[in-house]
């Protein structure tokens, strides 16, 4: 049965006004299957070019559109607990203002989670400017798939790719929300997810062009996200989600991994995570979540062992 869907969409100073008109058209106007409602949050005031850019596409819009206005910043993750209990329906979608949803994307993820998903994301396609132009380019960065994998996976990075996912609100809140962890908050309210036994998935076909500007990989890196990866490590290990030889491993590898030259990481990172889009392959078929007990992880309460690993950055 279809089920109706919000659109929360985050918006502060630092975002382009351009970037964000295509953003939202990406993800409304040209949706083969558009959301409900879509539920913008303004993070403290923003200039008068965005915010006459937020009206031009409020009024022009061809669904509803609430505009959640923060007093002030109070960043990401208190942005979007604002704007999750904002949204009217259970079911709720990612974007952020500067990336491109294909015009498929919510055709092929909401019968995902009408099929019994918690939370499903989809693999991305990092463009620079010069591919946005063009309409074509990128690498492509694809997240694992199955239930096993991505339980796997969480105990060493982010098995999702933040600005692709859809998920039930009531899972969210369920496992505490988004809590304040610079650049890492989306990464620790899946990991909690995981472990409250929500049902997980991802496609493996890019449905989102992700915006990789010149400063993506600096902002990985330097003495305050060591200090988030520190903090995200400790966490996730006193909650029962990671091992002490796991947290170990993270902390020295993930670690030193935010101390490394911004042209070194870049270059880590491309080669691990990402292919070219001309060589990608199609993608595999997407194989739907068990239902499990939602109390109760769906290992029977202890941490899938994290399959080897010797790479050294989250996804997004």
């Known amino acids: 049965m279809s089920e109706p869907f919000s659109l929360l969409l985050p918006v502060y100073r630092g975002d382009r006004p351009d970037h964000l008109v295509t953003a939202f058209r990406s993800t409304v106007h040209e949706q083969l299957r558009r959301p409900d409602e879509v539920v913008v949050v303004q ?15 409020e009024s022009g819009s061809p669904v509803p559109v609430r505009r959640l206005r923060l007093s002030h910043n109070v960043g990401l993750a208190q942005a979007l607990q604002s704007g999750l209990a904002a949204c009217r329906h259970d079911v709720v979608a990612r974007m952020d203002a500067d990336d ?52 796997e996976v969480a105990r060493w990075r982010n098995p999702f790719n933040h600005p692709t996912v859809v998920y039930r609100r009531s899972a969210v809140l369920a496992a505490g929300g988004y809590r304040e ?20 998935a ?46 170990v491993r993270n902390t020295v590898v993930r670690g030193g991994y935010r101390l490394v ?34 109390n109760r992880p769906p290992t029977g309460g202890r941490p899938v062992p994290p399959s080897a690993r010797t790479t050294a950055e989250e996804q997004a």
Not at 181 to 200: C, N, Q, S
């Open 43 to 57: 993070d403290g005031h923003v200039g008068p070019d965005l915010a006459s850019t937020l009206e031009r596409l």
């Open 100 to 151: 491109i949803s294909l015009p498929h994307r919510f055709l092929v993820q909401l019968p995902v989670i009408e099929a019994g998903a918690d939370l499903v994301g989809a693999a991305v396609l990092e463009v620079e400017e010069t591919d946005v132009r063009a309409g074509e380019g990128g690498v492509l960065r694809v997240p694992p798939t199955t239930p096993r994998e991505i339980a």
């Open 181 to 200: 962890l610079p650049l890492m908050e989306d990464y620790w309210v899946f990991a909690r997810m995981i472990a409250d036994g929500a049902r997980v």
């Open 202 to 247: 991802n496609l493996a076909e890019p449905l989102v062009r992700y915006r990789v500007g010149a400063g993506a990989y600096e902002r990985k890196g330097g003495l305050g996200q060591l200090r988030s990866e520190l903090r995200l490590q400790r966490r996730l290990h006193d909650e029962g989600f990671t091992t002490p030889a796991q947290m």
């Open 261 to 294: 030259p911004t042209a070194l990481r870049r270059r880590a990172y491309r080669h691990t995570f990402t292919t070219t889009a001309a060589t990608a392959t199609a993608s595999p078929e997407l194989t739907l979540p068990v239902a499990t007990d939602r």
